[in-house]
């Protein structure tokens, strides 16, 4: 297959790729296959010879779709959405033709002076101060290491990442327990520690789950007294959970009294931050250390494409930077150098996604698309509350809710009816020991019609349970 073949090939794929998306709602959101089945089709010894591209590509329409969960599909209201706006995907297209390194500025000029660009654009969009840079990564999870291992350094005085954690002072991370695992598994693998992940309560009866900043408070004075050493403090704003949102502004303020570098995970809801009404679910972000937001999530940018905004990156940089003769632009010493802000050094062209997206939508439609979101979601929890049976257990925050059906069994049972009839792909999560469903509305392609085939699905499927 040469370049000429790949223009024919790419062609053919660009017509696939309309008529899939055209018969998404024909199809179930999620395949009725049991583990290995799709295996068994494919597997063969790795070929000698080379196929025949009509026959890869005719396997792959054959094969591929019937076996996949349909992340595109108007109706997948699992997990988070992982959106991808036409436009996101033409420019993944053509970053893919480029195929560039984008390690370094000079592998790379306009993929890393672009990042700069649409990182004010997303800054300016969201509201934030003015001083505020940051960084493209692969995902939120990267980010959150990447903000603790800084945490780490700060508190160690950077000698960390020279001299080990042999002998260091014990360091303690504080988070609500509404916190994504990301977090989790930034602390075991910076090297702090599992069990110094300190899981904060929250405020009684708070209508979106905060941590308690006295909490917060009485757990750092403790650890101090017990010879422990603070580090840093991990909000959410938007738990994948329930949708939990902490006190910024107060719990920020309690951390910044101690001296404690603050990140906060906005990784779905920071994409509504372009909607001015929501932004009181993060009043005080201007004083926040380091945000993360997923612009994969909820904007409409192919994954992956995770944000991070740095009120300083000098921090980041000297936690995570690493410059070797064969890394240095000559006569350019001071330019910026992304692989520095975060963990890997190979680096794709994400900025141009974010590029074209926010061009070819505007701010005016990615905002419509959004408020849609959150006032289907009110509307189909209001139609839900009234069914027989079932109750509503955390309302709306955004565009995500949770419900059960009379008890954990048939909760469970309900679900996994739903999903193995396909016309809708819902998730669950434990909640003050009950076991829930969550419905997370935000499909780029979803509409009022989609979302609300909901109840009608639950009262079909729950009539017999």
Same mark, same amino acid.
């Given at each position: ?39 068994? %089709? ?12 009509? *026959?890869?590509?005719?396997?792959? &329409? ?13 109706r997948f209201f699992a997990y988070f959405p992982a959106n991808a706006a036409p436009a996101s995907m033409l420019a993944e297209q053509l970053a893919n033709a480029m195929s560039a390194q984008a390690m370094l500025w000079q592998t790379a000029p306009a993929a890393n002076e672009m990042e700069e660009l649409v990182i004010r654009w997303l800054r300016d969009a969201m509201g934030l101060p003015l001083g505020f840079t !940051? ?8 980010? &959150?290491?990447? #903000? $603790? ?14 001299? !080990? ?33 300190? %899981? ?28 422990? %050493?603070?580090?840093? $403090? ?29 990140? $906060?995970?906005?990784?779905?809801? /920071? ?49 995570? /930077? ?9 006569? #350019? ?5 992304? @692989?520095? =802000? ?10 141009? %996604?974010? =590029? ?5 939508? /505007? ?12 006032? =289907?979601?009110?509307? +189909?929890?209001? +139609? ?28 469970? *049972?309900?679900?996994?009816?739903? @999903?193995?009839? /396909?016309?809708?792909?819902l998730t669950q999560t434990q909640h003050e020991g009950q076991f829930v469903i969550r419905v997370s509305v935000g499909q780029y392609s979803t509409t009022r019609d989609d979302v609300m085939m909901i109840p009608d699905v639950l009262k079909e499927l729950s009539r017999d349970l």
């Amino acid at each position: 297959m040469d370049y000429s073949d790949l223009a024919d090939w790419q062609k053919r794929a660009a017509d696939w790729a309309r008529d899939y998306h055209a018969g998404l709602r024909d199809r179930p959101v999620r395949p009725n296959i049991a583990p290995g089945e799709f295996l068994a %089709k494919i597997d063969a010894p790795v070929p000698e010879q080379p196929d025949p591209v009509e *026959a890869i590509f005719d396997d792959f &329409t054959r094969l591929v779709p019937d076996a996949m969960t349909h992340w595109q599909h108007p109706r997948f209201f699992a997990y988070f959405p992982a959106n991808a706006a036409p436009a996101s995907m033409l420019a993944e297209q053509l970053a893919n033709a480029m195929s560039a390194q984008a390690m370094l500025w000079q592998t790379a000029p306009a993929a890393n002076e672009m990042e700069e660009l649409v990182i004010r654009w997303l800054r300016d969009a969201m509201g934030l101060p003015l001083g505020f840079t !940051g960084t493209i990564h692969d995902s939120a999870t990267t980010a &959150t290491f990447s #903000a $603790v291992t800084t945490m780490r350094e700060l508190a160690l005085g950077h000698e960390g990442i020279t001299k !080990g954690l042999s002998g260091a002072p014990t360091l303690r991370i504080y988070a609500s327990a509404q916190t994504h695992s990301s977090v989790d598994k930034a602390v075991r693998l910076s090297g702090i520690g599992q069990d110094n992940l300190v %899981k904060v309560p929250t405020v009684p009866g708070h209508p979106t789950w905060s941590m308690d900043p006295d909490a917060l408070d009485r757990l750092i004075r403790d650890d101090l007294a017990a010879g422990l %050493k603070p580090a840093g $403090v991990v909000l959410c704003v938007g738990g994948t959970s329930i949708g939990a949102c902490d006190d910024i502004a107060a719990c920020i303020d309690v951390a910044h009294a101690h001296g404690l570098t603050v990140h $906060v995970d906005a990784a779905w809801a /920071g994409s509504a931050m372009i909607c001015e009404e929501f932004r009181t679910l993060w009043t005080g972000i201007e004083a926040a250390d380091s945000i993360i937001f997923n612009p994969h999530k909820w904007l409409g940018a192919q994954f992956d494409c995770a944000v991070q905004f740095l009120r300083d990156p000098a921090p980041q940089i000297g936690a995570m /930077g690493l410059r070797p003769e064969y890394l240095r632009t000559q006569g #350019a010493d001071e330019v910026v150098n992304y @692989n520095e =802000w975060t963990l890997p050094l190979g680096r794709r062209f994400r900025a141009l %996604k974010l =590029w074209f997206l926010l061009r070819a939508e /505007g701010l005016s439609g990615l905002r419509a698309r959004i408020r849609n979101h959150v006032a =289907w979601t009110n509307e +189909v929890a209001e +139609v839900i509350a009234t069914l027989p049976g079932f109750e509503i257990t955390t309302p709306p925050i955004l565009s995500l809710f949770t419900f059960r059906f009379h008890d954990d069994a048939k909760s469970a *049972a309900l679900l996994e009816r739903v @999903n193995r009839d /396909g016309r809708l792909y819902l998730t669950q999560t434990q909640h003050e020991g009950q076991f829930v469903i969550r419905v997370s509305v935000g499909q780029y392609s979803t509409t009022r019609d989609d979302v609300m085939m909901i109840p009608d699905v639950l009262k079909e499927l729950s009539r017999d349970l």
